[in-house]
């Protein structure tokens, strides 16, 4: 698996999100390397860790990036924020202090679970993927975007990065969106050891930021902020407001 490491001083390991790499946390790595050093990750079959033989499943992914990287903060994104949860839950001492950005336990609706979204949507870009996979990635990328004060930069950058280290296989993008739809980590929020922020955007369509101060409140010592004005990437259109959020946070949970 691919982890590119920059910068100096306490390690931040960062995981991207669904169909994406690494790449896509340059703003964040150019306002953080000075005070961190970032593990930043290419997930299983993305990015130049496209041909990683590690399934994208939490348990086998969560180890093997554990295995490549030092005891240290995971902030995850998105999709990534439910591997960082995961192993904030699974290996506290490895993972002293958990961020979640834009992600929630729990990405779709339930009768117990009002701010998901509908499963219906991780199901037509399955199909998608089937029949028109350039397009299906234009329209999630459409999606996440949508709603930020700077919806078009947000998209510039976003479809950018897409392919920036190659395509991701179809059947990974199947994989993670079928982890996106599955999976349920709201069991393991009220014993978290570990500090956890919970950093949303305002404007947020794929994870509602409602989402993620519920799931806040499960979790001892979790706090919740806001990006006003920010949709669901708000490191590519608020990069100084995130960094330093995560930088305070960061130096609150050493």
Same mark, same amino acid.
């Given at each position: 698996?691919h982890v590119?490491?920059?910068? =100096?001083?306490?390690?931040?390991?960062?995981? &991207?999100?669904?169909?994406? &790499?690494?790449?896509?946390?340059?703003?964040?790595?150019?306002?953080?390397?000075?005070?961190?050093?970032?593990?930043?990750?290419?997930? #299983?079959?993305?990015?130049?860790?496209?041909?990683?033989?590690?399934?994208?499943?939490?348990? #086998?992914?969560?180890?093997?990036?554990? !295995? @490549?990287?030092?005891?240290? #903060?995971?902030?995850?994104? =998105?999709?990534?924020?439910?591997?960082?949860?995961?192993?904030?839950?699974?290996?506290?001492?490895?993972?002293?202090?958990?961020?979640?950005?834009?992600?929630?336990?729990?990405?779709?609706?339930?009768?117990?679970?009002?701010?998901?979204? =509908?499963?219906?949507?991780? /199901?037509?870009?399955?199909?998608?993927?089937?029949?028109?996979? /350039?397009?299906?990635?234009?329209?999630?990328?459409?999606?996440?975007?949508?709603?930020?004060?700077?919806?078009r930069?947000?998209?510039?950058?976003?479809?950018?990065?897409?392919?920036?280290?190659?395509?991701?296989?179809? *059947?990974?993008?199947?994989?993670?969106?079928e982890?996106?739809?599955?999976?349920?980590?709201?069991? !393991?929020?009220?014993?978290?050891?570990?500090? =956890?922020?919970?950093? %949303?955007?305002?404007?947020?369509?794929?994870?509602?930021?409602?989402?993620?101060?519920?799931?806040?409140?499960?979790?001892?010592? !979790? @706090?919740? @902020?806001?990006?006003?004005?920010?949709?669901? %990437?708000?490191? +590519?259109?608020?990069?100084?407001?995130?960094? *330093? /959020?995560?930088a305070?946070? +960061?130096?609150? !949970?050493?």
């Open positions: 698996m590119e490491v920059a910068g =100096s001083g306490p390690p931040l390991v960062l995981l &991207h999100g669904w169909a994406m &790499h690494g790449g896509v946390f340059a703003p964040l790595v150019e306002r953080l390397r000075d005070r961190h050093t970032l593990h930043v990750v290419d997930l #299983p079959g993305h990015g130049l860790s496209r041909d990683c033989g590690v399934p994208l499943a939490l348990e #086998p992914c969560v180890a093997a990036i554990a !295995a @490549q990287v030092p005891a240290a #903060p995971w902030c995850g994104w =998105s999709l990534g924020g439910l591997l960082a949860l995961h192993a904030a839950a699974r290996w506290p001492q490895r993972v002293p202090a958990l961020a979640m950005l834009c992600a929630s336990p729990r990405f779709v609706r339930a009768p117990d679970w009002h701010y998901g979204v =509908s499963a219906e949507i991780f /199901r037509n870009f399955a199909a998608g993927l089937r029949d028109d996979y /350039r397009g299906t990635l234009e329209l999630f990328v459409a999606l996440e975007a949508f709603g930020s004060d700077h919806a930069d947000e998209t510039r950058a976003l479809r950018g990065n897409l392919f920036a280290r190659g395509e991701p296989t179809a *059947a990974v993008l199947a994989d993670g969106l982890l996106l739809e599955s999976t349920d980590l709201r069991q !393991a929020l009220p014993a978290l050891q570990v500090p =956890s922020l919970w950093l %949303a955007g305002r404007r947020d369509r794929l994870v509602d930021p409602r989402a993620m101060r519920a799931a806040a409140a499960l979790a001892p010592r !979790a @706090q919740v @902020q806001v990006i006003e004005q920010a949709g669901h %990437a708000p490191f +590519l259109t608020h990069a100084d407001e995130v960094s *330093a /959020r995560l305070g946070f +960061l130096g609150t !949970a050493a």
